[in-house]
């Protein structure tokens, strides 16, 4: 989310405003796209409320 704070703070430089719902549509369809761009790159994109799991064998050592 840092990239797309960084792209809001160059358009208020420049003298661009947007109302706070622009901001919010725009921060989640940022987060989408660069989770695609993750995902195409071979990561996989988990939410933040998940645990990994762990194979039987080592969960029990």
Not at 49 to 60: H, I, L, M, N, T
Request: aromatic share 8%.
């Amino acid at each position: 989310m840092r990239q797309y704070a960084d792209i809001l703070t160059s358009a208020a430089r420049n003298g661009w405003t947007y109302a706070p719902a622009a901001i919010d549509s725009g921060s989640k369809r940022h987060f989408e796209e660069m989770k695609l761009q993750l995902i195409a790159a071979g990561f996989e994109v988990v939410p933040v409320s998940a645990r990994p799991r762990c194979p039987d064998e080592v969960a029990s050592k």
